[in-house]
């Protein structure tokens, strides 16, 4: 199960890497010839601060939602971690750390949606 585990996380960052890369060499495709306005901030378009944002942009044809597509694999990548862990806890048979890993869980879940604890 520490294998599956290990290898849950090593596919997560790969693949994380890949499809941020991928949306890195698409953005200076398509806008690396601009030149850039460093004096002015731009906050984070309001599409790109969800899932379902940055995978319409993506249908959509934006760069930057495959970027951040990438970088919500690897935020989802340790929070599989602890999904499988439950797994591998129950299997086991070791309650005690299913009851910690699933509050760790519902922590974390929490958080990413956004609840303030």
């Known amino acids: 199960m520490d294998r599956l585990i290990g290898g849950v996380l090593r596919v997560g ?8 890369v991928a949306g890195g060499a698409w953005y200076l495709a ?3 010839e601009q030149i850039p306005k460093h004096h002015v901030f731009h ?4 599409e790109l601060s969800s899932l379902r944002g940055a995978v319409s942009g993506i249908a959509q044809g934006n ?10 694999l690897l935020i989802a990548t ?12 129950a299997l086991q048979r070791d309650w005690r750390f299913v009851a910690i890993t699933l509050i760790v ?3 974390l879940t929490a958080s990413l949606a956004g609840v303030q604890l």
Not at 43 to 46: D, I, K, L, N, Q
Not at 78 to 89: G, I, K, L, M
Request: proline residues 5%; glycine residues 8%; without cysteine.
């Open 30 to 32: 398509q806008s690396g």
């Open 78 to 89: 340790p929070v599989a971690r602890v999904a499988f862990s439950v797994v591998a806890f």
């Open 105 to 107: 869980l519902a922590v």
């Open 43 to 46: 906050g984070e378009p309001a």
């Open 63 to 72: 760069a930057a939602s495959l970027i951040q597509f990438g970088l919500l």
């Open 13 to 20: 960052v790969i693949a994380a890497a890949a499809v941020a």
